[in-house]
């Protein structure tokens, strides 16, 4: 599953976007949406990886059987999307780049599982390393 939100973090990079790449699937594996963050590709500041594959997955009844991939820890804002729908699960690629809302989470009762993902970590360090200025503005710094 974390194949498919590294996928989608590649994709955002060669558009020019900040690479981070997330997908919903239920729990027995049927992904039913992905994205990646689109700040810079759509100059709009609330298009999250997971806010991204959120909306492509569509309407649902209720998400506790779903689970959200992302090559990052959720930002607070992602965090909070995961809350208001009580989704089930979130996968992580790494927390390395960015600890974001999942301790949070985790207290409230959401299953996190935390892969510390070589390749992820690589992935965003390098675009941050030559993109300070772009990560800085994604992060609210
Ligand atoms: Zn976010």
Request: proline fraction near 3%; include cysteine; charged fraction near 25%.
């Amino acid at each position: 599953m974390l194949g498919v939100a590294y996928e989608e973090a590649l994709e955002g990079l060669r558009e020019g976007g900040i690479p981070i790449g997330a997908a919903l699937f239920t729990r027995d594996g049927d992904l039913l949406g992905a994205g990646h963050n689109r700040r810079v590709q759509e100059d709009d500041a609330s298009v999250h990886a997971e806010t991204d594959a959120f909306r492509r997955a569509g309407r649902r009844r209720d998400y506790p059987d779903t689970v959200m991939v992302t090559t990052l820890s959720p930002c607070w804002y992602c965090s909070g999307l995961v809350r208001q729908f009580n989704i089930g699960a979130v996968v992580i690629g790494e927390a390395e780049n960015f600890h974001g809302g999942h301790d949070w989470l985790e207290e409230l009762g959401v299953e996190i599982v935390l892969l510390d993902d070589v390749t992820c970590q690589e992935l965003l360090g390098t675009f941050i390393a030559e993109h300070p200025e772009l990560w800085n503005e994604d992060i609210g710094l």
